[in-house]
């Protein structure tokens, strides 16, 4: 890997918020910074630092790399029926900081359901990580939520973290083990 200043490397244009990856802690990003974009996915983007460290940024901040914030692939017309699948194209549009694989390929959505009370649309979604110390899981659940919450139809999404039975590479997608080449 070249250093600054080559190879992909840019300034930040702005100081913005970050998360260690995968350590799932807050840090503030200075202007003026180094650093090089290696994944634009759905909505948030991964760095890396002069000092190889890996950070997620917001698709919000994506100005303060120089890019423009990608867009998420889900396209809902608000005229559009409710169903449960546009909620599995949305939380498809959550990535992995890491590894370029949404968590519905990864197979981190354990169970996704539908449940009506009262006139109001809950949708409840037990997910995990592909290990149980990963301090992403917070950051990952809040994007699933905030996705999910999108969808027209949706009143609430309730996301619970859970690691039984434990996640393993069987989960992973036929597509997502073709892009990663594990075949």
């Known amino acids: 890997m070249t250093g600054p200043g080559g190879d992909g490397w840019v300034s930040l244009r702005r100081a913005c918020s970050a998360t260690t990856v995968p350590l799932g802690q807050p840090v503030e990003l ?40 990608p867009e998420r692939r889900v396209l809902v017309r608000p005229d559009q029926p409710f169903h449960l699948d546009l909620v599995i194209e949305a939380l498809a549009t959550v990535y992995d900081p890491e590894i370029p694989i949404s968590i519905v390929d990864l197979g981190l959505v354990y169970r996704c359901e539908e449940v009506v009370e009262d006139g109001s649309r809950r949708i409840e979604i037990d997910m995990t990580m592909t290990a149980p110390g990963c301090g992403m899981g917070d950051v990952l659940r809040d994007e699933a939520q905030h996705v999910v919450e999108q969808v027209p139809g949706v009143d609430r999404a309730d996301i619970e973290l859970v690691f039984d039975p434990p996640w393993s590479m069987e989960r992973i997608s036929e597509d997502a083990r073709l892009e990663l080449g594990l075949y």
């Open 30 to 69: 200075g202007e003026g910074g180094q650093v090089q974009v290696v994944q634009q996915r759905g909505g948030s983007l991964t760095l890396r630092t002069e000092m190889g460290t890996l950070l997620r940024i917001d698709a919000t901040d994506a100005d303060a790399v120089g890019l423009e914030a």
